[in-house]
Structure formats: structure tokens, C-alpha cells
């Protein structure tokens, strides 16, 4: 195999004597040199072992005669950015490690490159990274975390959290034990937010091992994954296999009807549009919901099931929810093993995967036809909803696989109108909410103030038995992969672009409908009028104008400043 590099060796000396300082020998840098990045950190659990795989992998590509060289950009984790401005940056990683890896991946002309993280912001950087520098690459997942105490998972918080803010509501006991049992492992949070649903889907486009995604973090099988890509990354670099050969428009459509499937988080509405444009291919959220009226929801995943990840990596993971649909995939498309995604999923069934870690699931006394439904068993079909209407007339996003049935449709409900999720929270957490309302949060969208997550308010709205079930929220922010309930998020145009939701006042009425695919505001100060009438009144509103932004700085002055529309993925222009 020529080594890329070696035009540039040969240029300029300083080249290899700059590695071999490093600790490099002479026959080390005559071979194919691998880039392996990861977020290895201290940041949270999704991050704190992947130097683990990461050595793996070393091993794999020094076995297949390569050098392998580790380089870091660690990422950031949402869960410790609640309740505080942190919280605007998580979105903006994305950019920015996507960014590091191009300038890391760029300085040497690499044969390949392995990246492995595994939570919601670095994966779509990793794959939006991996699209945009098209050199032979294979992500590496983290896995997923274990299950807390009777099969709960991190986001227990929520209700932990809501009951501190309440007098006599909660014991110091409860606090501490929650603290010592709701991350029990390394790896993604247990339920399908958006750190797992993005180790889906990076599985689903063809960018990872088949079977990669959602291990539990502490099994053997997760390092033996990290030494194959290891071997693997050398075939693609020999053979010339690129991502533009993978990532391609019937790779795109493959991995929506999986996220429909299986009830992934609203997240990868931003995440897929935004890696995709990377590989220079448009992703309309219309095909979001084309897609979803049409798939089957087979997976029964918290939370929009009853399972955790790790039953559902038990129960054959992506390549059992690949195998129910495969009459709706296209089986065609290359993947990082050099083969077809019908190839990939027949050498399994010939090596037993299916079948072998079905005993494991046994453990917990469930049957793969209890987390991954037979087609035939589905009880609807899709998981998300694209809403549009004189509320949101580029559209917005609904995950209705956790809506119950009677939240679905809702019609002149009374909204309450907030400039910022910390106002909405504390009216939730006082009970200054009734019954029946329509929360409005809003100037929370990427040029807003960096689309944070309105998880707090979602989980105070589903942890409060006096509202749960009859108050629904609506912003141009966005939600955790968590969410649950009536939760309407990433409404374009946005508050800070100048969009209707700017201009909702106290008292106006809402209406929405998954049916219908439709959100509007339908009465103007708590009196019913009809959809083009609301749309004048608050044409009128806009001339008086937004509400300024504060004075930024810095990264997040650039994200903000440049941040495209949510529905175009919320990448930089």
C-alpha cells in the first residue's frame, strides 16, 4: 500500500524527525499512518473509557502493519449544563469539534482515520467531520451505559430535582442515593436519547462495525469491536473506500427509517440534515415525516418504550431492527466493512449474532419480540411528526411515540409565554401552571441563545401528577433525547429570526394536530378566530419589532451570529 504521506516526506525532512521525537521509530514512518481521535476525558461517563477503545484500536491497525497516531478533542455532556448559561454551548460543539477534527485530520495527509465517542453532540461531529474530509474512515461507538436500580436510567434527575425544589417533598437520603446509583457505568445514558440514537444511526449509514452501536460499555464485546475497526480501517485505507462511498442519499434514507423505527430522539432532526449537507446531499425535514407515515415503530425503547439499551443491544440492536425492515431498505448500500448492508447482515445470521446474545436478555426474563416488535405486531406507524402551520411555517418536530394518545390534539389551549426556559421551569416548579395551558419558551433557537435543552421543564411537567398529561410545550429550542409528553420543539423561523412565535402574547390560544400535521395559533387573547385572521394579528405585532440580544463574545458569538434554521440541521452557514 502507498503511503499518502510520502510526497511530503520526502519534501521537507523535519517531517519524520518531528515523529520520530515523538517516539516514532525508522520503520514507523515508512507505513500507512492512522489518525484514531476520540473524546477521551474526563467530560462524563460516554468519555471517561474511550482511551480503553482507543488502545484497541491501536493494536488493530499495528497488526495489519499500519502506524497508528492518538490525537483528542474532548466533547462536553448536556446533563451538566442544566440550570446554567453552559447549557447555550452544547450545540455549538458540535461545530467546534467537527472543526477539530478537520484541522487535526488535515495537517498530515492520513491513509485513514478512526474517531470514537459516544454521546449527543461529538457523534454527528464526528460523522460531520468524517463526510467533510472523505479520507477511509470507521466511527467507533462507546456503548452504553448500564441500568440503575429496578431498570431506571440517568434521567431519574428530573424528578429528584423537581421534589428539591419543594418543601418536604424529598429526603436527603433519596438525594444521595440517587447520586450513587444513577450513573452506575460508563458509557451513553440507558435510554434512547439522543447520545444512542446518534450510535443508531452512525450504524445505520454504514459508518460503523455492524452491531456497534449501544454494547454495554463494560463487556468484553465493545474492545473487541474497537481492535476489529482497528484491522478494518487498514482494508478501507488499501482499498480506497471513501465515506462519499457510503454516505450517500439511499445511506440518508436508510438511517430516517430506522430513527423512525425504533423511536429515536427529535435530536437527529438537526443532526442528519447538518452531516448530510457535509457530504453535499440535502435532507428536507419533509422526508422526515414522508418517512415516518409509512415505518413501522418496532422499537420498544425508553422512552418512548418500556426497555433499556442495553436489552435492546441484547435483542439484536440495529442489524435485528435492519432485518424486520429490510423490505424497506435499501440493502445495496457499501458499508465501512467493504461489503453491502445485505451482505453485513447475512454474514451475522451465518455467524449466530443473532441468536448469541439472546441468553443475556434472558437474564432480565424478556424475549426479543418484548424490545424489538415483529413488524406485524407494530401499534402505529413512525415515531416524530413535522408540524407546520402559522405558528411554525418552516416546520417543527414532535416526537408523538411519547405523547400519550389524547395529547396528540389539542385545540385553543391557553398559552403562557416565556422569553427563557429558567422562567418556564420556575413557574412549573411553583405551580404557577393550571391544567390545560400551552407553555410558549421562547428565543431559545440556535441563533437565540444556542438551542439548549428544555429537558428540566419537560421532566418537572411529566414529574408534577397535577399537570402531567395536560400540559404541552412548545419552543424554538430543542429537547432531550429524554423527553417525554407533549413536546413541540425546534418552531422556525425562530423568535430571534424574526418568526411568529415572537409574537405569541399571554392568552392567545393554540392549536395543534399529529393527524393533521399542523400547529397554528387560533384565537388572539383567549377569543377563538380563524388561522389567517391569528396570522394578520401578529403580522401586525412584528413591526414593533424582537427582543435585542445581549452583547456575545468569543465561539459563541460566531455560532449564534451564523447558525442555520433548525430545520436546516443548525449547522454554521
Not at 491501536?58 to 455532556?77: F, L, R, S
Not at 423568535?495 to 393527524?515: M, N, T
Not at 396570522?535 to 451564523?562: C, D, N, Q, W
Amino acid at each position: 500500500m502507498q503511503q499518502k504521506s510520502a510526497p511530503q516526506r520526502k519534501f521537507w525532512a523535519q517531517f519524520d524527525a518531528l515523529e520520530m521525537g515523538t517516539g516514532w521509530d525508522d520503520t514507523d514512518i515508512v507505513k500507512p499512518q492512522i489518525m484514531i481521535e476520540s473524546v477521551y476525558g474526563d467530560s462524563h461517563p460516554g468519555s471517561a473509557h474511550l482511551n480503553q477503545l482507543v488502545e484497541q484500536a491501536v493494536y488493530g491497525v499495528y497488526e495489519k502493519g499500519g502506524k497508528p497516531a492518538k490525537y483528542y478533542a474532548t466533547d462536553i455532556c448536556d446533563g451538566c449544563t442544566e440550570g446554567h448559561d453552559g447549557m447555550n454551548f452544547v450545540l455549538a460543539s458540535r461545530e467546534g469539534i467537527a472543526n477539530m477534527v478537520e484541522l487535526h485530520g488535515s495537517a498530515v495527509p492520513w491513509d485513514g482515520m478512526i474517531l470514537s465517542s459516544s454521546c449527543d453532540k461529538s457523534i454527528p461531529a464526528h460523522l460531520k467531520a468524517i463526510a467533510r474530509m472523505d479520507i477511509p474512515a470507521i466511527f467507533m461507538p462507546g456503548g452504553s451505559m448500564r441500568p440503575g436500580p429496578n431498570m431506571t436510567t440517568s434521567i431519574v434527575a428530573g424528578d429528584i430535582s423537581l421534589r428539591e425544589k419543594r418543601d418536604g417533598a424529598i429526603t436527603e437520603q433519596e438525594i444521595r442515593d440517587y447520586k450513587l446509583t444513577g450513573c452506575p457505568s460508563v458509557g451513553a445514558c440507558a435510554f434512547l436519547g439522543t447520545a444512542s440514537t446518534m450510535q443508531c444511526l452512525a450504524e445505520a449509514l454504514g459508518m460503523t462495525l455492524p452491531g456497534a452501536a449501544l454494547v454495554p460499555a463494560t463487556m468484553r464485546d465493545i474492545l473487541q469491536y474497537a481492535r476489529y475497526a482497528g484491522r478494518k480501517i487498514m482494508e478501507l485505507a488499501e482499498n480506497g473506500i471513501t465515506p462519499s462511498q457510503i454516505l450517500t442519499e439511499s445511506a440518508f434514507r436508510n438511517a430516517i427509517i430506522i430513527h423512525s423505527a425504533m423511536g429515536g430522539s427529535t435530536n437527529a432532526t438537526l443532526h442528519l440534515p447538518s452531516i448530510a449537507r457535509e457530504a453535499g446531499i440535502e435532507l428536507p425535514i419533509e422526508l422526515f415525516d414522508e418517512i415516518n407515515h409509512k415505518v413501522p415503530h418496532i422499537g420498544n425503547v425508553y422512552p418512548s418504550g418500556t426497555q433499556l439499551t442495553e436489552a435492546f443491544w441484547f435483542a439484536g440492536g440495529i442489524p435485528m431492527v435492519q432485518w424486520r425492515l429490510r423490505d424497506m431498505l435499501d440493502l445495496d448500500v457499501m458499508t465501512v466493512t467493504g461489503k453491502t448492508l445485505g451482505e453485513n447482515l447475512e454474514d451475522l445470521h451465518k455467524d449466530n449474532w443473532f441468536e448469541r446474545n439472546l441468553g443475556y436478555l434472558h437474564n432480565y426474563g424478556l424475549e426479543r419480540d418484548q424490545v424489538i416488535f415483529p413488524v406485524e405486531k407494530a401499534h402505529e406507524k413512525g415515531s416524530i411528526a413535522i408540524l407546520k402551520g402559522n405558528l411554525a411555517p418552516e416546520g417543527s418536530v414532535l416526537k408523538y411515540a411519547a405523547c400519550a394518545e389524547d395529547q396528540r390534539e389539542v385545540i385553543n389551549a391557553k398559552a403562557r409565554v416565556f422569553n427563557c426556559e429558567e422562567d418556564a421551569y420556575d413557574a412549573v416548579a411553583k405551580k404557577r401552571i393550571e391544567p390545560g395551558e400551552v407553555i410558549i419558551i421562547r428565543y431559545e433557537g440556535p441563533r437565540g441563545c444556542g438551542m439548549p435543552e428544555m429537558v428540566a421543564t419537560t421532566e418537572a411537567i411529566c414529574c408534577d401528577e397535577r399537570i402531567n398529561g395536560s400540559v404541552a410545550l412548545i419552543t424554538d429550542g430543542r429537547f432531550s433525547g429524554a423527553t417525554r409528553g407533549a413536546a413541540i420543539g425546534h418552531v422556525s423561523p425562530e423568535a430571534a429570526a424574526g418568526g411568529p412565535i415572537a409574537f405569541i402574547e399571554e392568552g392567545d390560544l393554540i392549536s395543534y394536530s399529529v393527524k393533521d400535521r399542523t400547529i397554528n395559533v387560533t384565537g388572539i387573547h383567549g377569543v377563538p378566530c380563524s388561522i389567517e385572521e391569528a396570522a394578520k394579528v401578529l403580522g401586525e405585532r412584528s413591526k414593533k419589532g424582537i427582543i435585542p440580544r445581549e452583547p456575545r463574545k468569543g465561539f459563541y458569538k460566531m455560532y449564534t451570529t451564523h447558525a442555520r434554521s433548525a430545520m436546516q440541521g443548525g449547522g454554521l452557514e
